[in-house]
């Protein structure tokens, strides 16, 4: 499984290294460099990717959600917990973040 991952950090790379990307897909990219480095176990590199993503699109429940794993995997249980909640205030409507927010006792 990770030749397909490391495949797609090297695009997503080689993408931002470009500068063909418009600003509002340099923070996609970014926010998918930084799922693929999660996934990838690279835990600091992930968490500078999706700050960077947070800052070109602070709306994007997902990249809070990744921080939140990144954080947990990391044994930051309290800052995980802070960033699946501002993943829920952004998207609610979204099973797993809901799933996350519930399994974690994160719901009021």
């Given at each position: 499984m990770q030749e397909?991952?490391?495949e797609a950090l090297e695009f997503?790379?080689?993408a931002l290294n470009s500068g063909d990307l418009k600003?509002?897909?340099i923070g996609?990219?970014?926010l998918y460099r930084g799922v693929v480095r999660y996934q990838l176990g690279d835990l600091p590199g992930?968490?500078?990717d999706l700050n960077l993503s947070i800052d070109y699109h602070p709306?994007?429940?997902l990249a809070y959600f990744f921080k939140g794993?990144?954080?947990?995997?990391r044994g930051e249980d309290k800052r995980a917990d802070s960033q699946y909640k501002n993943a829920y205030f952004y998207d609610p409507q979204d099973a797993e973040i809901a799933a996350k927010m519930a399994e974690r006792a994160l719901l009021n």
């Open positions: 397909p991952l490391t997503c790379s080689a600003e509002g897909d996609e990219t970014l992930a968490l500078n709306e994007k429940a794993l990144t954080f947990e995997a």
